[in-house]
Nanobody
Framework: QLQASGGGLVQAGGSLRLSCAASGSIFSITNMGWYLQAPGKERELVAL???????NYADSVKGRFTISRDNAKNTVPLQMNSLKPEDTAVYYC???????????????WGPGTLVTVSS
């Protein structure tokens, strides 16, 4: 139900733009965000954006990454600038989705996209 794109290989100091689109049975989407998982480490929050467009960033990406959302298209882009080798990880998008008007909200995860930053 979530599909991410935009990962790849980039040199340190470069930029990448990830995007994630939610599709299928969607009544509403509350929070949307991105997590990363580096090799041998736990998954951690990169950035989050609420339905009211309040944003929250990990300290390590503040000032370099920008999250936004397009509610008409159910997408959540992540603009990543000034990339560092330590940003190398698999990036996962997540969305808190209600599929029916009286149903509960559940987190849906995309399959992940690999970002590799070379030094």
């Amino acid at each position: 139900q979530l599909q991410a794109s935009g990962g790849g290989l980039v040199q340190a100091g470069g930029s990448l733009r990830l995007s994630c689109a939610a599709s299928g049975s969607i009544f509403s989407i509350t929070n949307m965000g991105w997590y990363l998982q580096a090799p041998g480490k736990e998954r951690e929050l990169v950035a989050l954006i609420t339905s009211g467009e309040t944003t929250n960033y990990a300290d390590s990406v503040k000032g370099r990454f920008t999250i936004s959302r397009d509610n008409a298209k159910n997408t959540v882009p992540l603009q990543m600038n000034s990339l560092k080798p330590e940003d190398t990880a698999v990036y996962y998008c997540v969305a808190l989705i209600r599929t029916t008007y009286n149903g509960g909200e559940f987190d849906y995860w995309g399959p992940g996209t690999l970002v590799t930053v070379s030094s």
